[in-house]
């Protein structure tokens, strides 16, 4: 079965520093999306792409965050100066169609997360 | 962007048939009903999605009344390892759709 990889599964930052998370989306798919959640909390949306440019951000998604799809595969979320709120589980998605409400096509795979924790 | 509302919690026992609904009364007409669920420190994991009646698969059965104002997820036979947080996800119809999770339904399933 396709699945989302991500790496790395933990980072540990100090609090001021750049961080990069990495996704690898299932190949077919044309949307990929970035949640996070901090422990104890919610799934929270943050940014979805498409077409190599972002098509939803959340208020969470500031000037801090940034998205790239830097090749055919991978698909980064840059945190540019990390705070200790940005502590949390950091999951990319990806799936096939997004606007269209036909059955599994706005079916989301997730990855395993990419734990952040800032000291 | 319908709301959901889900039972916060939900206990059962091995080998019980479990029904987790979700109340979702301004679903519009191309939305369609999808259920994650996802296990301590990992990503949600899709199970079912339906329109309408009734839908199967291996893991689980989908009710959906002909009002379409809830549905209702059947687990047959859990086993501890169901023990997971439940999300119902209604999608909108149009435009941009970016599923949103709520708080969703922690399972609690006891020898």
């Known amino acids: 079965e396709p699945e989302v990889t991500q790496t790395p599964s933990h980072q540990v930052t100090q609090m001021g520093q750049e961080v990069i998370l990495r996704c690898v989306p299932i190949s077919n798919h044309l949307y990929f999306y970035w949640y996070r959640q901090i422990l104890g909390q919610k799934v929270e949306f943050l940014v979805s792409f498409y077409n190599n440019e972002i098509s939803e951000k959340s208020e969470i998604f500031d000037d801090q965050f940034s998205v790239e799809r830097p090749d055919g595969s991978n698909f980064t979320l840059k945190i540019r100066s990390t705070k200790l709120e940005d502590s949390a589980m950091y999951f990319c998605?990806?799936?096939?169609?997004?606007?269209?409400?036909?059955?599994?096509?706005?079916?989301?795979?997730f990855g395993a997360g990419s734990r952040l924790t800032v000291l | 962007l319908a709301k959901t509302t889900q039972p916060i919690s939900m206990d059962s026992y091995e080998g019980q048939e479990v029904n987790i609904t979700c109340s979702h009364n301004n679903i519009a007409t191309n939305d369609y009903i999808t259920w994650y669920q996802q296990f301590p420190s990992q990503g949600p994991r899709f199970i079912i999605q339906?329109?309408?009646t009734k839908v199967t698969n291996e893991v689980a059965s989908l009710f959906i009344p002909a009002d379409r104002k809830s549905s209702t997820l059947s687990l047959p036979r859990v086993s501890l390892s169901d023990t997971a947080v439940y999300y119902c996800?209604?999608?909108?119809?149009?435009?941009?759709?970016?599923?949103?999770f709520g708080r969703g339904t922690s399972l609690i399933v006891h020898p």
């Open positions: 996800l209604v999608g909108a119809s149009g435009g941009s759709y970016i599923p949103t």
């Open positions: 998605a990806s799936s096939e169609a997004q606007f269209e409400a036909r059955s599994g096509a706005n079916v989301l795979t």
């Open positions: 339906g329109y309408k």
